[in-house]
T-cell receptor
Framework: AQKVTQAQTEISVVEKEDVTLDCVYE???????LFWYKQPPSGELVFLIR??????QNEISGRYSWNFQKSTSSFNFTITASQVVDSAVYFC?????????????FGSGTQLTVLP | DAGITQSPRHKVTETGTPVTLRCHQT?????MYWYRQDPGHGLRLIHY???????DKGEVSDGYSVSRSKTEDFLLTLESATSSQTSVYFC????????????FGQGTRLTVV
């Protein structure tokens, strides 16, 4: 069965600090996909990134970067020079390539608060 | 705009009454999902659909049923609402299967009193 763990329930940083959100996943499949979503205070869920299990290259998009390591089953998300607008709940999610392949399993989320 | 609309957006209902939440999508997505969001639990899958009349249970399906008679509509029914079903409900849709991102509706806040 697939499982996603986000051990950090809440993180608080001061603006301009870097922050890393951890995501650890469990799956028996060799083919799978990992996702990150953002949920700002307004409540909608916004897709940030998708990564497949065969691509371990790190991804950078502006102040956001993602580090995927199969050896540790982790897909961590780093925000560089955080801003108040980054305050949100961030979810990591996993979709396996077989079995109940159509399910998308989410972690419990990390509440990030960026203080001015 | 991912073309996913949930209705109603807010609802207060009494214990024991039936409740139906509607998810409507306009992008011809094949896969649709219902999640509930509760503090400390993140998003938990209730039911999902992989085509018209094709549905399956998620991890928290007890007390819920779903129907999908048309591609664009996915209904979630609470047969007899209980206070433990007070939650925010999100509908999501994906075009393909495992490799595509999910697009979400705005959520429905349901309170069972």
């Amino acid at each position: 069965a697939q499982k996603v763990t986000q051990a950090q329930t809440e993180i608080s940083v001061v603006e301009k600090e870097d922050v890393t959100l951890d995501c650890v996943y469990e799956t028996r499949d060799t083919t799978y996909y990992l996702f990150w979503y953002k949920q700002p205070p307004s409540g909608e869920l916004v897709f940030l990134i998708r990564r497949n299990s065969f691509d371990e290259q790190n991804e950078i998009s502006g102040r956001y970067s993602w580090n995927f390591q199969k050896s540790t089953s982790s897909f961590n998300f780093t925000i560089t020079a955080s801003q108040v607008v980054d305050s949100a709940v961030y979810f990591c999610a996993l979709s396996e390539g077989s079995g109940s392949a159509r399910q998308l399993t989410f972690g419990s989320g990390t509440q990030l608060t960026v203080l001015p | 705009d991912a073309g996913i609309t949930q209705s109603p957006r807010h609802k207060v209902t009494e214990t024991g009454t039936p409740v139906t939440l509607r998810c409507h999508q306009t992008e011809n997505h094949r896969y649709m999902y219902w999640y509930r969001q509760d503090p400390g639990h993140g998003l938990r899958l209730i039911h999902y659909s992989y085509g018209v009349k094709d549905t399956d249970k998620g991890e928290v399906s007890d007390g819920y049923s779903v129907s999908r008679s048309k591609t664009e509509d996915f209904l979630l029914t609470l047969e007899s609402a209980t206070s433990s079903q007070t939650s925010v409900y999100f509908c999501a849709a994906r075009t393909r299967g495992v490799d595509s991102e999910a697009f979400f509706g705005q959520g429905t806040r349901l309170t069972v009193v």
